[in-house]
């Protein structure tokens, strides 16, 4: 058996190649970049430790325990600190603290009576059974009403695909929420009667899930498993066709040392959705399959630029105390930045003693051209925004910034046009795989689970191949 060719050094490529190697499938992975981890990169200063990308891991399946237990770092995982269950929602341009039960819901100054009188008839209103594909804005102002969707669902869209509730479908972006209006027709329902299946599946809904880091950030995870898959990975190796033939794929690549070819019995694209679209794929072969596969509308996906603001202060420069996950900020609100994590509250050795860390996005579909601005500016434009929201003041004792021109895909309504577009492909090309969070799921636990259902689906087609293979005269 010839390796299976990975592309792309990120958290799922990674995972796919750790388990295959795992299950003694050999594999060669191919990175364009000269580290592996993608955007998951820690960096640690004077005490301070910073994450350029995301910042914790969701464990919303038991794989991705499973993965922590078989790369070793059980005993460097860090879960957060307890105090840290509280999350903010900006209202009336301060943090309020969202509602962690119905009595708090009932208490809460986060929403008007109207609000939650509307929330309180969800379970009474039809549910929608056309078969159109409904934005989550739409859909959240049908169930739940306006004053919901403006002042706690777009804040809540902000933080995870800094994207624009108006655009995202809720069945491609939020398929669970769908599901529950589907089968329970309520929300509200939904989370009562379906509480036992989840049990017993072992899936626990992102608000819930616990949450995760590493001692030295979330970094730990693709380097130890680069550590693990050593000369398996290419850095600095762009792959710029494929070409299926009668018996695997050839790799055609730019390296170091100029252009290589490899063959390979498969190949998996774990990679962004910008550069698939720039992808050759040739096939030749009989079978009717002769040609190129046409991956020009994986352009169309969008990706907003982020930036990642990380700043330092003086506990006493800071008046809130800053103690839970942090604060979204719906875009009423009038606020730049979509949202800030209290980092060191979070987790420990995050700021140096007497001191804070905190993170702030800015940018994404609800201020693009913001993301771009030279650090200068955007550390300005954060501490502003920190200085009305949480008591910030003085001067920044660390500062760091990292710049996403193309950051998170938009599962926007169509959206699943390109899903079914790459599962059509690997029918008309087997042996060719795609995974990743242009097409499962953008958080970095939804990228682990990827990784781990790819490397299984693969070391089944490659076992299939062979016990179907005719036997040598």
């Known amino acids: 058996m010839k390796s299976v060719a990975i592309i792309g050094a990120g958290i799922t490529g990674l995972t796919a190649a750790f388990y295959l190697k795992r299950a003694g499938v050999p594999v060669t992975v191919f990175e364009a970049g000269s580290r592996v981890g993608g955007a998951i990169q820690s960096h640690r200063q004077g005490g301070y430790l910073a994450e350029f990308g995301p910042n914790t891991i969701l464990e919303t399946s038991p794989k991705i325990a499973r993965l922590i237990r078989d790369a070793g770092l059980e005993s460097r995982r860090l879960e957060p600190d307890p105090k840290s269950k509280a999350r903010y929602v900006v209202r009336d341009k301060r943090p309020v603290a969202m509602p962690g039960s119905p009595l708090g819901f009932l208490t809460t100054k986060l929403f008007t009576l109207q609000a939650k009188l509307a929330v309180l008839r969800e379970p009474f209103v039809p549910p929608r059974r056309d078969g159109v594909e409904e934005s989550i804005a739409g859909f959240v102002v049908r169930r739940l009403g306006r004053e919901f969707l403006d002042h706690a669902i777009d804040a809540m869209v902000a933080g995870v695909y800094a994207g624009d509730p108006s655009s995202l479908s809720v069945q491609q972006a939020f398929p669970k929420l769908a599901a529950l209006e589907a089968r329970y027709g309520s929300l509200i329902k939904g989370q009562i009667l379906g509480a036992s299946e989840r049990r017993k599946s072992g899936e626990i809904a992102k608000d819930r899930a616990p949450k995760f880091s590493f001692d030295e950030g979330l970094q730990v995870l693709p380097d130890t498993l680069g550590e693990r898959l050593g000369d398996a990975v290419q850095l600095d190796a762009a792959v710029i066709r494929l070409t299926r033939a009668a018996l695997g794929w050839t790799v055609d690549l730019r390296a170091k040392d100029g252009?290589?070819?490899?063959?390979?019995?498969?190949?998996?694209?774990?990679?962004t959705a910008f550069e698939l679209a720039r992808l050759q794929v040739g096939l030749e072969a009989p079978q009717n399959m002769a040609g190129a596969l046409d991956l020009a509308p994986f352009s169309e996906i969008r990706h907003p630029p982020v930036a990642s603001v990380v700043l330092g202060f003086r506990r006493e420069d800071v008046a809130?105390?800053?103690?839970?996950?942090?604060?979204?900020?719906?875009?009423?609100?009038?606020?730049?930045?979509?949202?800030?994590i209290f980092s060191s509250s979070l987790f420990p050795n995050r700021a140096p003693a007497g001191h804070l860390t905190l993170t702030s996005y800015i940018g994404g579909e609800r201020y693009p051209e913001?993301?771009?601005?030279?650090?200068?500016?955007?550390?300005?434009?954060?501490?502003?925004?920190?200085?009305?929201?949480?008591?910030?003041?003085?001067?920044?004792?660390?500062?760091?910034?990292?710049?996403?021109?193309?950051?998170?895909?938009?599962?926007?309504?169509?959206?699943?046009?390109?899903?079914?577009?790459?599962?059509?492909m690997e029918a008309n090309a087997p042996g060719l795989f795609f995974s990743g969070h242009y097409r499962d799921g953008i958080s970095l636990g939804d990228s682990i689970v990827s990784g781990c259902n790819i490397a299984e689906r693969v070391e089944k087609s490659l076992a299939s191949d062979q016990s179907s293979a005719p036997c040598p005269h």
């Open 370 to 424: 913001l993301a771009s601005l030279p650090p200068e500016q955007l550390c300005e434009v954060v501490q502003e925004d920190l200085r009305a929201l949480l008591g910030a003041t003085g001067s920044p004792t660390f500062r760091h910034c990292a710049f996403y021109p193309q950051a998170i895909p938009q599962y926007n309504v169509g959206y699943g046009r390109h899903r079914a577009a790459l599962a059509k």
């Open 259 to 271: 252009p290589l070819r490899s063959e390979h019995s498969a190949v998996i694209y774990a990679g």
């Open 320 to 340: 809130h105390p800053c103690e839970g996950f942090g604060a979204l900020i719906p875009k009423v609100e009038g606020f730049k930045i979509l949202g800030t």
